[in-house]
């Protein structure tokens, strides 16, 4: 080509030609066109932008330390003037301009400018990749100069209307800066330089502007600071997010862009159908109090609640930091908490840092940010939801209540209008998020706020090609290279420039970055459609995979929501907030139909959350009473008599397993009709379930298949086998000095109990109690490995304080194994329920009534009120080592079983 040589108008490609510079023919399908005063528009506005995020940095700066998630601030000028000059001018030129060949001449930019043949670290040593370092000024002319170029070959007729291809390639350049402006802002922010609006002042460099370009279509956008002001004086200190979830219903859904669209990257083509089960989804991204509560409950322990990929990342940041983990920005203030009255909400034990600022409380209603993929993955699984797909999050931001494949779909959440101020955070007019529930005017068909702007939101889906994909020209690398590793992400965030932002956009993070302002919504709803959920709320649940008769209780009770259609989830009051503002926002935002609460004072705080913010609505709750509800905690004083009424009185319904538990009860407190299935009180004693595994014969010997292996215990000691998770109401040490005693001459019995550690200090004082007596402590196991070792023991032992375990009791009864229970109302009556059938369906029993010193033979085992009591018992029924067993437990065995 030859050098130009006068100032005449710049010769360019006509559009027949420019066309064909692309093998796949994807130039010949551009169709839009601006005017050269609208895109001289976009040229000068980009400029601004660039230099109002960068010119304040001085060369030290500018270099920037290296750091993961972060270019030189000149680097980036560098790539962007390469952008400028090969992907857009030289394509359209056929003259060259000699300042962009002379910097040619002087330094090999494509080996250090072009983002694919510079990797990460060459971009802080460019004296190795080209032999000297150009410096920040050099590349800033570089850019000046590429830019420049481009924008000459605009000519000087306002009113020409550009050709198509001729709009296409400076559209992509412009927006291709405009993606580099964002990077600049994360950047200052990132490495804690100043913020740009704060160096600028008031305003920025908005304040003397009327109008700039608000899309590539042509539109623009007004500045009003009167309304930036507005949003920024609404900073709530409230906990709880008032606004829920929108139901999307619209069957099928037409994913990616249309031929006839404005603007299109490749990533986007082409607009398919696929269908769209019915789904429900956030109207408000995650907020700092939401997210804050994630973590005081557990959230980065909780290793059930990360995928694998989440869990390998997070161990990967311990082992580096060895610090608390939390958002990036996050440090933890330890005297939030001591400051208040100890129901504090979670967010005051943090302090966010955003650039330069000094550590500041967090604001509870703005949105989280800087979280990965994996964190937000997490906090789904914690509140019973899941990550929006794409598709979802797309039907939800473009659709209207009325859509169907076919009719249009939105550009932006609330139509077509342009981008302003009242209607999405963007182009860093605010200097930072807004709260979640502010901006109305810009919410989409379902209620949804902040879906363009805000924060970038997380979804679901892996970001790969659309049918139909199909590179685009010039920009080869701008998607194929990163399909099937990034996570779809979409939205945009309040550093993001209105002419890329819109609902249709398709932008890509790793899973792993947190140095871009993301944070996400909640979604619910299954591949079969959206149904009724319930949260289901234990006392503790065991990590190691043991489970305790609550759990095991509530996997019953979810088993039999999930077979009638309703989804159900379980956690421990311990995964659940400590304060009660945080406990109802979470009640909210899990957005259940009903909450399952097992034991009134164990889990009350549910309950009392529910009964305190009434004017939330917040589901129904059905209380499912404990043994030690109604014969420890309530008995235990006036006020604790007070709080189970007024738990029961909040609870919608109030179930109890046994009759002798609503009779123990506080008098009056429950109001229970037997015939009336409409009554608030209702007994539902618990069924008994066999795994069917436990029909098999099993061969092999390891570890969980063998009771007397695993316990070491001689053939002929008979085994008593106490399962039960390691807390006082269990009282497994009750037999302890009496069974050290029966033993003092020869072992004539073992004593073997099993369970998850409920109580860390009790369980000590076990371990202790049990090797000092030579009696077994296995670790709790699960369930199909307890029901094996009831089958394996001669006799299974209960030891419980009050009435508890009855599950376990009625599982011995079916497995043969003879029971011997401590002599409690709860256990007498469980007893006296199961010899009423057995009398029913068998007739009188024809064993002698026998009672001991401190014990007595009924119907269907063995109860005992002292611990020497219950080895007389063995004694006299001949269960002991070498004893001759008694007729009559045979037929108690025949009895239970029935």
């Not at 029993?845 to 002292?866: C, M, Q, R, Y």
Request: include cysteine; charged fraction near 25%; hydrophobic fraction near 40%.
């Amino acid at each position: 080509h030859a050098h130009a040589t006068t100032a005449a108008a710049p010769r360019t490609r006509d559009e027949a030609t420019l066309a064909t510079l692309d093998a796949y023919g994807s130039l010949a399908e551009k169709h839009h066109r601006l005017t050269v005063k609208h895109m001289r528009a976009l040229y000068a506005d980009v400029r601004t932008r660039r230099a109002f995020v960068v010119d304040d940095l001085n060369a030290f700066q500018r270099r920037a330390a290296r750091t993961g998630g972060v270019n030189p601030f000149d680097w980036s000028d560098g790539h962007c003037a390469h952008f400028y000059e090969f992907m857009c001018a030289r394509l359209l030129a056929l003259d060259i301009d000699d300042e962009c060949e002379a910097i040619g001449e002087t330094c090999d930019v494509h080996a250090l400018f072009d983002s694919f043949r510079a990797d990460h670290a060459d971009r802080w040593r460019p004296e190795t990749v080209v032999g000297h370092d150009p410096g920040g000024n050099a590349c800033a002319r570089y850019r000046a100069a590429a830019a420049g170029w481009c924008e000459r070959l605009l000519g000087d007729d306002d009113s020409r209307l550009m050709g198509a291809v001729e709009t296409y390639l400076h559209t992509y350049a412009v927006l291709h800066e405009h993606w580099h402006v964002e990077d600049y802002v994360q950047a200052r922010n990132t490495l804690c330089y100043s913020s740009p609006v704060h160096t600028q002042g008031d305003g920025g460099v908005w304040a003397a502007r009327e109008t700039y370009p608000a899309d590539v279509r042509g539109g623009t956008y007004t500045v009003s600071q009167k309304a930036i002001k507005s949003s920024d004086d609404k900073r709530s200190n409230d906990v709880i997010t008032m606004l829920g979830y929108g139901v999307v219903d619209v069957g099928a859904y037409r994913m990616g862009a249309e031929k006839d669209d404005a603007w299109v990257f490749d990533a986007e083509r082409w607009a398919h159908d696929l269908p769209a089960p019915k789904f429900a989804i956030a109207q408000t991204c995650c907020t700092n109090a939401q997210f804050a509560a994630f973590i005081q409950c557990g959230g980065y322990e909780n290793r059930s609640l990360w995928s694998h990929e989440g869990w390998r990342w997070l161990t990967r940041l311990k082992n580096d930091h060895d610090k608390c983990v939390g958002p990036l920005g996050w440090a933890p203030f330890p005297f939030g908490e001591a400051l208040t009255d100890g129901n504090a909400p979670a967010y005051t034990a943090w302090r966010v840092t955003q650039f330069d600022n000094t550590p500041a409380p967090l604001r509870p209603q703005r949105p989280v940010c800087h979280v990965t993929w994996y964190e937000a993955e997490a906090y789904c699984n914690w509140i019973g939801g899941r990550l929006p797909t794409e598709l979802e999050w797309e039907a939800a931001a473009r659709t209207s209540k009325d859509y169907a494949v076919g009719k249009p779909r939105r550009t932006y959440p609330w139509g077509e209008t342009p981008p302003n101020a009242t209607l999405a955070n963007l182009d860093i007019h605010r200097n930072g998020t807004v709260d979640v529930d502010g901006l109305e005017e810009g919410e989409s068909a379902y209620g949804c706020r902040h879906m363009v702007g805000n924060v970038w939101e997380w979804t679901a889906s892996a970001f790969l090609p659309f049918p139909g994909f199909q590179m685009d020209f010039p920009y080869r690398e701008n998607s194929c290279p990163w399909f099937g590793y990034r996570k779809v992400v979409k939205g945009g965030c309040w550093a993001t420039s209105a002419p890329i932002a819109r609902a249709g956009y398709r932008h890509s993070f790793w899973p792993d970055m947190h140095h871009t302002f993301s944070g996400f919504r909640v979604a619910l709803g299954a591949a079969d459609g959206l149904r009724k959920r319930a949260l289901l709320v234990v006392p503790q649940m065991h990590r190691s995979g043991a489970k305790c008769g609550n759990v095991v209780t509530m996997e019953r009770i979810s088993e039999h929501l999930k077979a009638n259609g309703i989804d159900a989830f379980t956690r421990s009051i311990q995964e659940l907030p400590r304060s009660s503002q945080d406990m109802a926002n979470i009640l909210k935002t899990m957005h259940v139909d009903f909450i399952i609460v097992l034991h009134a004072f164990k889990c009350g705080a549910v309950i009392d959350a529910v009964g305190e913010f009434k004017s939330l609505k917040l589901p129904p709750v059905v209380l499912i009473l404990g043994g030690t509800d109604v014969n420890v905690d309530a008995k235990s004083s006036d006020m604790s008599d007070r709080l189970f009424r007024e738990r029961v009185d909040i609870a919608t319904k109030v179930v109890s397993f046994s009759l002798s538990m609503i009779a123990a009860a506080p008098k009056d407190s429950l109001k229970f009709e037997e015939s009336d299935i409409n009554a608030k009180c209702q007994l539902i004693p618990q069924g008994v379930h066999m795994l069917p595994t436990l029909a098999r014969p099993w061969t092999k010997r390891k570890r969980g298949e063998s009771l007397r292996v695993d316990a070491g215990v001689d053939d002929d000691v008979p085994i008593m086998f106490l399962p039960g998770g390691l807390r006082p109401v269990k009282d497994v040490c009750y037999l302890s000095r009496a069974f050290a005693a029966y033993n003092s001459s020869d072992t004539r019995v073992h004593l073997t109990a099993c369970g998850p550690e409920m109580d860390a200090k009790y369980a000590k004082d076990v371990r202790d109690e049990y090797q000092r007596v030579d009696a077994t402590l296995l670790p709790g196991l699960d369930r199909e490995v307890v029901l094996r070792y009831i089958a394996d023991a001669k006799i299974l032992l209960n030891t419980s304080v009050s009435e508890g375990q009855s599950g376990t009791i009625a599982e011995a009864m079916m497995l043969g194994t003879l029971v011997f229970a401590r002599d409690n109302p709860g256990n007498r009556h469980l007893f006296d329920l199961c010899e009423a059938r057995a009398l029913a369906t068998l007739g009188p029993s024809t064993a002698e009534p026998i009672k001991g010193d401190g014990w007595e033979l009924h119907g269907v085992g063995i109860l005992f009120n002292t611990p020497e009591g219950c080895f007389r018992a063995l004694d006299a029924l001949g269960l002991g080592k070498g004893g001759s067993e008694h007729e009559c437990v045979q037929i108690a065995r025949v009895r239970a079983r029935e």
